[in-house]
């Protein structure tokens, strides 16, 4: 329910019962928070380049957990994807065709020129995950020094994720 429809709500249900405003007004400030934050979006967003934007977003998705959103997303006359972004916990990464602002994949340049850390709260269940869909392993799954538990995979196109979880 919108804050406004439920402050309506809260407000005829006070009418009959003063109390009711008092019982509401938690859910209603929780309702206001959900929205708020549901808007944020981060200050920098990474664009990665790729030669196939649409496999790579269904690798992202289906390897790594990523989401897209979906007003992000721009399509090219042929109906493949241009540029989209994707989520994962409160970060955001653009993809892009390559070629755009000169950038390029590794696949096409031949190296990587950027790896990029992404944090998660089951690292073990994660890695499971990725080496299900069939990610490159670069990176062994291993404690390090005693403050996280990290791994390191390829997407297709060769672009370097590093994954972690900090110990508590």
Do not use: C, N
């Amino acid at each position: 329910m919108k804050p406004m429809d439920l402050a309506k709500k809260l407000r005829r249900e006070a009418a009959f019962d003063p109390a009711a405003l008092d019982r509401g007004k938690a859910e209603l400030m929780a309702t206001i928070r959900q929205e708020t934050e549901s808007r944020r979006r981060p200050t920098i967003v990474p664009r990665l380049p790729y030669e196939d934007v649409g496999a790579a977003l269904a690798f992202l998705e289906r390897a790594f957990g990523f989401r897209e959103v979906p007003a992000a997303r721009g399509v090219r006359a042929d109906g493949g994807i241009d540029y989209t972004m994707v989520e994962f916990g409160d970060g955001m990464i653009g993809l892009g065709a390559q070629g755009a602002h000169g950038a390029f994949s590794p696949k096409i340049a031949g190296t990587t020129t950027q790896y990029i850390t992404v944090h998660v709260d089951d690292i073990d269940e994660h890695h499971r995950r990725a080496l299900a869909s069939g990610a490159e392993i670069v990176g062994r799954l291993h404690d390090h020094l005693r403050e996280y538990r990290v791994y390191e995979a390829l997407d297709p196109e060769g672009h370097r994720w590093r994954f972690l979880q900090w110990f508590r």
